[in-house]
């Protein structure tokens, strides 16, 4: 690599002008959008940080694909894609995916709200409280020692401006596809968005799914490796939302980003990326961390084609 990470980083500063911050949960309008940092994690257990690496931020809808995960490990891939689809919707993060027929559950991908709200049904536990402290406990494993934590403010922020969200999840109940009780799968949905975490945090998971399901730095096996594939096999369809084909050509790894500025990326066999800067796109994903990705990507020949 003949750029180092700082001047890569350096280079993309003013790219954090020209987005904005989310301001749809009213929490988030408080993040800096000049913010940047960038953490990536071998599958060797390397390390590199710079800039705002150790900032902390809500994953948002980077737990969609730890949800996924905790479904799978719950029920098995057959349970899992008879309750969610698995195509790519080309549409907002918000969008109820269907066009002219009655909405079915294999026209929601989990990684756009409709159906990550779907599959917060999947995960077990005696109450959405229990479920949501399984997915936290899974978050905290992926995520080794980088600090994972609930933003209670993001959480009531989003929790108490979410009519989008109400009324996917009762068009869930609505069409069978969801049975419990839509406020509480709704909550359990809003706290784990509310997850936060830094760029270390991002990238030891991104690590995670990138190394078979072990983690870099032990090798331990921690997911099995064909979850993590059925994983990043859909961000790479749809993890950047109606985004994903131009970051396939630009970036070209699986990666999911999230409306607090995070990106997760995944590069299969070599490391895991964590990326954070708030000043998004129209379509919702960080416009400099995007672009980071792409010079990181052409520095280091990560594109997977
Ligand atoms: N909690 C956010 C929502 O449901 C997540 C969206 C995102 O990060 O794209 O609106």
């Not at 990536?40 to 390390?47: D, F, K, N, R, V």
């Not at 730890?66 to 918000?94: C, M, S, W, Y």
């Not at 921690?222 to 369809?237: C, Q």
């Amino acid at each position: 690599m003949n750029a180092s990470l700082e001047e890569l980083l350096t280079s993309c500063r003013s790219y954090t002008d020209l987005g904005k911050v989310a301001s749809y949960i009213p929490e988030l309008q408080k993040s800096d959008p000049h913010r940047l940092g960038l953490c990536i994690l071998s599958c060797h257990g390397e390390y590199q940080a710079e800039g705002d690496a150790r900032v902390l931020f809500t994953v948002q809808s980077i737990i969609k694909p730890i949800l996924l995960l905790q479904a799978l490990l719950d029920n098995g891939v057959d349970v899992v894609r008879a309750h969610v689809g698995v195509e790519a919707t080309g549409k907002p993060f918000d969008a109820i995916n269907y066009t002219d027929q009655i909405l079915d559950s294999q026209h929601l991908n989990p990684m756009v709200n409709m159906g990550a709200i779907a599959v917060c049904s999947l995960i077990h536990g005696g109450s959405y409280e229990e479920r949501f402290q399984r997915l936290l406990a899974l978050t905290r494993t992926l995520a080794g020692d980088a600090p994972i934590q609930v933003n209670e403010a993001v959480y009531r922020s989003e929790k108490s401006h979410a009519t989008k969200n109400r009324a996917l999840a009762y068009l869930l109940k609505t069409y069978g596809i969801i049975h419990d009780d839509v406020e509480e799968v709704l909550d359990c949905y809003f706290r784990s968005c509310a997850i936060s975490t830094d760029c270390t945090g991002l990238a030891r998971i991104g690590g995670v799914l990138a190394n078979q399901g072990r983690c870099p730095d032990t090798q331990k096996a921690l997911i099995p490796p064909e979850y993590a594939r059925f994983v990043n096999a859909i961000l790479m369809t749809c993890g950047m939302y109606d985004g994903s084909g131009d970051f396939a050509v630009r970036v070209g790894v699986p990666a999911k980003s999230g409306v607090g500025g995070g990106i997760m990326a995944v590069v299969p066999g070599r490391m895991g990326i964590g990326i954070y800067s708030p000043a998004l796109d129209e379509k919702g994903n960080s416009l400099a961390g995007i672009r980071l990705l792409e010079l990181l990507s052409q520095a280091m020949d990560l594109s997977i084609f």
